[in-house]
């Protein structure tokens, strides 16, 4: 057989006139260029495979088959044949001309059928080697000649599969004789055979996946896969089930618990978990991009990036929309699998002359036996195939630009972006947690990027698209009536409230319709705000939330904090409807519409009370506890008498204010003050007003202090005057003002001067007294003057050092006061008070300068200081030793080198009580030690001669109480399990681990019983080493424990070890000899063996993490050795052929080791397991 595309004309030679042609190849090469090129435009410009039609009917007459009727159709071979069924409407009168036919039929009835031999053609997809697999070929009633049989005698119908098969082969005839050549040339028979296979022979014809061996001649190597356009993913089993995540429902998650942000974030990993993180998703695209020879992605690395968002409180829902992504990506795959049959460059030897038309008997649709119809890419319209592919692209980049740093690390602002609600993925806005790159946006959306505008895609970062050559636009502010959804991203880690401002800010602005709640998981008391809601009570009330990282246009977005000292956004859901806060009536009003600029904050009133206020101009608006306030001392200067006006959430209101300027008008006494005199007991004050513009303002005065108020105003100049009556001057009035004007009122307070001044004593006298505390006494007589009337007091003012300024000392103004002061020099004043008028230069009084009693220079105190001998240092210490001894040094020194006694003092009861423990030390240290748990503290006090006397720091050593700890072990393995001698004599050696925290072992005591622990004799008893040895050489057991006391006498027992001898004497026997016949049968040895028992061991006692089991075994002279771990983390074994085996890589947890013991001259052998438990 020869396959017409195998070798292919691509050129001809034209006839010329005259031309004589001997050699028939010129006509053939011009047949083949013709054939060749028709046969090229079918299987590359149209398709190959199943056009249409050529299904199978089974028809049954008293239950046995009857017939098989097979409908017309259309099929074109990967060889460009187009294959229909025909019937002879013309037999042929010409010996050398073929019949004609006729398609022109609906089906045939197939009746007849017999086995079919290859043997004329030797169709290479027939044959495993030189064996043709099994052929049955059919007929129908009128085709069937005498070697055809019933079809009812074909059987196991179930294991029948049907193609189509065209012989095609060439046939040599008779050569010309005569005139007549007619017959002369080699004729082309091409027979469509309708045949019957098995399933073997179904699986032969398609081939495998891989390459077989190399031929031993050629050295080609030839693939397995024989039919290279069959496979599909289409044929996989269940590759069209759909894949869907498991929802979060939360009516059945909440319940009258309160719900913290671990349980909801619990939720969304067990359904994560169920579905295995999408792991079905990643095997099935696997399948897929092997079949489409596109690579797959990694499931392992996937699902490893999601351990850094299960560690916070928030974005763990993102982890459960990434892969609710990756599985939307794949529903978009398999629905165009069913389309995507296009193949560009068929593979011409898959089936060049046969097409196969499935399963006899088949239930299902779609079936991997017949053959589809693989399209030219002229004819996919929809580009089915590219697109699939793209999809698996877009698979592997989602699952590659996933980014969980950006969900971990939060973002500095919310951001809305218009999307859709409904699949296809590919028209939503990119979600913010992948790295949307470049190659990322070209596989997001196919239309797109096949329309080079895949830079279109909008994603968390686009701020602006492109609608002209230069012009920008925010994508939100150009025509959304396609996009039903809004991705709001950002928000999940940022405070409630700033998130929940940014969110209804770009709503408000934007006019988009949706609403926002706040739900927090804390219960809310007294909670007026109708934006807010308790998680618990909003979700029975209302059905439905569920996360979809955004809301659909008229829903409700709602998100999910803490409490109010947790206040991070931790997840987000909607709604789809709007729920449930009334529709927003904005009122703002303020209590006055003028205020003073001095004036205190005035409240706001506003509506919605969640409403964020803002003033046109200035800085007026604060936010003080939850309200809004308007201060008129934070409005600047230039704003003063403009009128201000607000906003609500981004919107005016009718709300406005003016502030007001305070006056700027200052109130002074001026002379003359006339005072009473003659019969007249009436004093005139007069005033001056002064200011800008101070005639425009209205003024009342309360002249005597009393908040009685009389309207008067200034002259044009300014003077106002007053008369008092009877004015006590003990008793002088403050003057209050008010000056009004433009509704601001200022108050000014003026003090009334006094002109008569306070008198001044004389004749002053002292005397002063050291009083040995480094202080001094002065005594202090005067004369008083005449006229004592209105003085109340006198004060003494001292100061030693003029430039610092005076203190003063009140007190009676009668003769005879003391003042005690510090040792020094000092100006000394004495002024007398009352109702007076004080000098108004201290200095000026009466009194000295410069007296007092300056300080001895040679009376300075001793300084002390104890240090811990040998490291100078002075720092607690903690005793570790049975007794610890030290020394102490003492510093004393003196200025004045007059030190008379150095004592020291101790305390054992933590410095309740200190006892005298040297009482006059006389050289530089002094030595102690501890013994017993408890605390030592040590102190100096040095006394010099002046009895001065100075305390040291403290020196603290503290013994503690706690118990040793010991253990003992094997010294080779490390192990503490029982063992066993099976030899006359076993020696070992134990390791003994003995400690106390405080490091005070007196004694370590290691006992042996051999009686099963009933008597334990001392076996050495003060022992002082690490290990000890000792050997077992009788049957019998010897047990071993250590006994630890410290010097608080706390006793520690530690475990037991066992070693047990079973050894029993064996008897040789030197010769043995048989019966040349046989005489008996062999018997095995019997073998024992031991793996060293159970065992529970700390991993702190396993200081480099490696453990021995001693292994042994009996029964054998030579016996062979096999460990191997059955169970238990990862570790490294060594020597695991011999009896001891070595294990490294110790981690916590449970571990079984199996040793089998075999002999190793026959088949016996024993096994035992051992159990290790690491804690």
């Known amino acids: ?29 011009f047949l083949d260029s013709f054939e060749d090129q028709d046969r090229l435009s079918r299987v590359l410009l149209q398709g190959v495979g199943v056009v249409c039609g050529f299904k199978p009917k089974l028809i049954y007459k008293n239950r046995l088959l009857d017939k098989i009727q097979l409908s017309q159709g259309a099929a074109v071979t990967t060889d460009g044949d187009l294959l229909t069924l025909s019937n002879t409407s013309e037999v042929s009168k010409d010996l050398y001309v073929s019949d004609l036919k006729t398609i022109n039929l609906e089906n045939k009835d197939y009746t007849h059928c017999k086995a079919y031999d290859n043997f004329k053609v030797k169709y290479p997809a027939f ?87 190399p031929d031993p001649i050629t050295g080609e190597v030839k693939p397995k896969r024989k039919d290279n356009l069959q496979p599909h993913p289409l044929f996989i089993e269940g590759i069209m089930e759909p894949v869907k995540q498991n929802r ?102 898959s089936f060049p002359k046969h097409i196969m038309l499935g399963k006899l008997i088949s239930d299902t649709q779609l079936d991997s036996s017949r053959h589809q119809f693989y399209n030219s890419p002229v004819l996919d319209s929809e580009k089915a195939t590219q697109k699939v592919k793209t999809l698996i692209n877009r698979f592997n980049q989602q699952v590659g630009r996933f980014d969980p740093d950006s969900i971990i690390k939060g973002k500095e602002r919310v951001k809305i972006t218009p999307s859709q609600i409904l699949n296809p993925l590919g028209n939503k806005a990119v979600p913010f947690y992948y790295r949307a790159t470049e190659e990322f946006l070209k596989t997001w959306n196919f239309d797109k990027t096949s329309n080079r505008s895949s830079g279109s895609n909008l994603t968390f970062d686009t701020e602006w698209v492109l609608i002209g050559e230069s012009e920008q636009v925010s994508p939100l502010n150009l025509n959304i009536d396609n996009n039903s959804f809004y ?148 409005v600047e200067d230039q704003f003063h008498g403009q009128v201000i006006t607000f906003t609500v959430n981004g919107k005016p209101t009718d709300c406005s204010i003016k502030v007001i300027s305070e006056p700027d008008i200052k109130v002074e006494v001026v002379q003359p003050i006339i005072y009473p005199g003659g019969d007249s007991k009436a004093t005139v004050v007069n005033f001056r007003v002064s200011g800008a513009n101070f005639a425009d303002y209205t003024y009342n005065w309360d002249f005597l202090g009393t908040d009685v108020w009389l309207p008067m105003n200034p002259d044009e100049n300014g003077y106002l005057s007053y008369k008092y009556y009877n004015l006590d001057p003990s008793m002088i009035p403050v003057v209050k003002v008010k000056v009004i004007g433009n509704g601001c009122t200022d108050t000014v307070t003026v003090n009334l001067p006094l002109d ?61 006061r003391s003042i005690t002061l510090p040792l020094g020099k000092y100006s000394i004043r004495f002024g007398l008070v009352g109702s007076c008028r004080e000098a108004e230069n201290t200095l000026n009084l009466p009194g000295f300068d410069d007296i007092g009693i300056i300080k001895d220079q040679n009376n300075h105190p001793p300084t002390a200081l104890i240090r811990w001998k040998d490291n100078s240092g002075i720092e607690d210490r903690l005793c570790r030793q049975l007794v610890c001894n030290f020394t102490i040094d003492v510093y004393a020194t003196d200025p004045d080198g007059d030190i008379a006694t150095i004592q020291i003092f101790k305390s054992t009861d933590n410095g309740a009580t200190w006892s005298l423990f040297i009482g006059n030390l006389t050289g530089t240290t002094f030595t ?44 080779d393995t490390f ?88 050894y029993r004497p064996t008897v040789v026997i030197d010769n043995i000899s048989f019966p040349d016949k046989n005489c008996c049968n062999v018997e095995l040895p019997t073998i024992t063996a031991g793996a060293g028992g159970n065992q529970n061991i700390r991993l702190s006692n396993l200081p480099i993490r490696q453990l021995g089991l001693k292994g042994w075994g009996s029964g054998a002279n030579e016996l062979l050795y096999f460990w191997s771990k059955l169970e238990g983390p990862d570790v490294i074994l060594e020597n695991v052929n011999e009896a001891t085996l070595t294990i490294k890589e110790l981690v916590v947890g449970k571990y079984k080791f199996q040793l089998l013991v075999k002999d190793a001259n026959s088949d016996a052998f024993e096994i035992d397991v051992a159990e290790i438990i690491v804690e």
């Open 487 to 634: 991705n709001i991203e950002g928000h999940q880690g940022m405070d409630h409230r700033i998130a929940f401002e940014q969110i209804k800010e770009i709503k408000d602005k934007q006019q988009l319709g949706f609403d926002i709640m706040l739900l927090s998981l804390e219960e809310l008391k007294g909670n007026k705000d109708l934006s807010k809601a308790y998680f618990n009570e909003y979700v029975e009330k209302n059905s439905g939330l569920e996360h979809k990282r955004g809301v659909k246009t008229g829903g409700t977005f709602i998100m999910v904090y803490g409490s109010i000292k947790d206040p991070k956004v931790i997840a987000d859901f909607s709604l789809p409807y709007i729920c449930c806060t009334p529709k927003s009536i904005i009122k703002l009003s303020l209590p006055t519409s003028v205020i003073c600029a001095e004036a205190s904050p005035i409240p706001f009133t506003v509506s919605p009370m969640s409403g964020v206020v803002k003033a046109s101009v200035g800085d007026g608006v604060k936010f003080i506890k939850g309200q809004y306030f308007f201060d008129p001392k934070s």
């Open 756 to 816: 008569k001044e306070c008198p001044v004593i004389s004749n002053v006298k002292y005397t002063v007294v050291d009083n040995g505390d480094d202080t001094q006494t002065f005594t202090f007589d005067w004369d008083l003057p005449s006229d004592l009337s209105g003085i109340t007091g006198l004060n003494i003012y001292d100061s030693n050092d003029l430039g610092n300024g005076w203190h003063y000392e009140p007190g009676s103004f009668r003769p005879r």
């Open 975 to 1062: 192990g503490i399990e029982d063992r066993v001698c099976t030899q006359p004599v076993c020696n070992y050696t134990v390791n003994v681990l003995a400690s106390d925290p405080d490091g005070d072992i007196a004694n370590v005591h290691i006992h042996k019983s051999t009686d099963n622990g009933a008597v334990w004799n001392l076996f050495i008893g003060n022992f002082t080493g690490t290990t000890f040895t000792d050997s077992i050489n009788a049957v019998g057991t010897n047990l071993y424990k250590a006994v630890v006391v410290d010097g608080e006498n706390n006793t520690v027992t530690s475990n037991i070890l066992s070693y047990k001898n079973e």
């Open 127 to 213: 044959y495993e080697g030189t064996e043709q697999i099994e052929l049955w070929e059919l007929a129908t009633a009128q085709e069937a000649r005498s070697d055809f049989q019933p079809i009812n005698t074909l059987s196991n119908l179930e294991d029948k599969y049907l193609l189509l098969y065209l012989e095609d082969y060439e046939k040599e005839v008779k050569p010309c004789r005569g005139v007549d050549c007619d017959n002369h040339g080699i004729q082309q028979i091409r027979n469509l055979k309708v045949l019957v296979t098995t399933a073997s022979g179904i699986t032969h014809i398609l081939g495998e996946d891989g390459f077989s061996l």
């Open 248 to 349: 979060i429902i939360l009516e059945k998650f909440v319940a009258d618990e309160i719900v913290s942000a671990s349980d909801l974030k619990r939720q969304y990993i067990k359904a994560l978990d169920k579905d295995d993180y999408g792991k079905i998703v990643f095997d099935k695209i696997q399948a897929i991009a092997k079949i489409l020879k596109v690579s797959g992605s990694s499931h392992e690395v996937f699902k490893a990036s999601f351990t850094k968002i299960f560690n916070q409180d928030f974005g763990f829902q993102y982890a459960y929309d990434v892969v609710k992504d990756l599985m939307d990506t794949y529903a978009e795959i398999i629905e165009l699998l069913p389309k995507a049959f296009t193949k560009c460059l068929p593979d011409f030897v």
């Open 928 to 971: 102690d030690a501890i013994n017993g748990a408890g605390t030592q503290l040590y102190r100096a006090i040095v006394t010099d001669q002046k009895n001065n006397k100075t305390t040291s720091n403290t020196l603290s050593y503290k013994k503690e109480n706690h118990p040793p700890a010991v253990s003992i072990r094997w010294n």
């Open 1 to 29: 057989m020869n396959n017409q595309l195998s070798n292919i004309t691509v050129q001809y030679r034209k006839f010329s006139k005259g031309q004589y042609l001997e050699d028939p190849d010129q006509f053939n090469e």
